[in-house]
């Protein structure tokens, strides 16, 4: 049975958030006790989460959205650029729309994972667990370069050469459909969130290390946190010195895994189960 066939026999329910400037669509698997929620990386969709919902749902009811800027999500009024203070209050009030709070989980990837560090640290009582995948704590040579060369395709115009630049900057060992999935992305993208994308590197350059907004010390809730010894665009080593100071943080490095980590190695799936369920 393919994933698409799997994905139709789940209890869905399809929902949108209007909350504070925003449109927030989200969508609903299973009626579990535990939620987990998947936070998205940056201009990613949830669609990228569907192919391992499946592998979930036996034991979570699991939630997945759009932050603004991505996919079918909605800037309502004001500015392009999304705070970083205003994803982490979207998140949180997805988690109270939802009725999510009791007993949250929380899974993310890439600068998903820095949103749910955030979240954690602001609301340290309402998760129980976290995953963070492919978290860094700051750009390293190859990622500045990268952020670059998108800013001057977005200010030129040429979507299409986005996706490839993304792809062969750090993608490179993504199966083929989801490469695919990545070029339609951009060929289709909206004007503004591709201008929220430009908004989101800024960001990333002007903080530079992700210790100037998150204290590690504040990060109380049990957390796994996993980097691929193949991603190209964080330093591993640079995470060091900022996990050793979260007091609950079980570390682990992937080997032959790059930086879109479960989606290149389906393996991770079961320890991400095993962690969140024992």
Not at 31 to 60: C, H, L, Y
Not at 61 to 67: L, N, Y
Not at 210 to 224: M, R, S, Y
Request: with cysteine.
């Amino acid at each position: 049975m393919d994933v698409e066939m799997i994905i139709s026999e789940i209890d869905e329910f399809k929902g949108v958030l209007e909350t504070r400037r925003f449109t927030i669509p989200y969508r609903v698997y299973g009626k579990k006790e535990k939620t987990i929620i998947f936070i998205n990386g940056a201009q990613q969709s949830m669609g990228m989460w569907r192919p391992i919902v499946p592998a979930f749902k036996e034991d979570f009811r699991v939630i997945i959205f759009d932050f603004p800027g991505q996919g079918r999500a909605r800037i309502l009024s004001g500015p392009t650029v999304v705070s970083f203070e205003e994803q982490i209050e979207i998140l949180h009030d997805l988690i109270l729309a939802t009725g999510a709070h009791h007993n949250l989980h929380l899974v993310s990837a890439s600068w998903g994972a820095i949103i749910v560090m955030g979240f954690a640290e602001k609301f340290p009582d309402m998760v129980k667990k976290m995953i963070l995948a492919s978290f860094g704590t700051k750009p390293n040579d190859h990622m500045r370069h990268l952020m670059k060369e998108v800013t001057e395709l977005i200010e030129k115009g040429e979507k299409t050469k986005i996706a490839d630049t993304l792809i062969n900057g750090f993608g490179e060992n993504l199966p083929e459909q989801f490469k695919m999935a990545i070029r339609s992305q951009f060929k289709n993208i909206d004007e503004k969130h591709l201008l929220t994308f430009r908004d989101h590197i800024e960001f990333v350059n002007k903080v530079e290390d992700v210790a100037k907004v998150i204290k590690p010390e504040n990060i109380k809730t049990k957390t796994l946190l996993v980097n691929g010894d193949k991603d190209k665009i964080i330093n591993i080593d640079d995470n060091r010195e900022f996990v050793e100071k979260m007091p609950d943080c079980d570390w682990r490095i992937i080997e032959n895994t790059g930086h879109f980590m479960v989606f290149e190695n389906f393996g991770l799936i079961p320890i991400f189960k095993q962690f969140l369920i024992s």
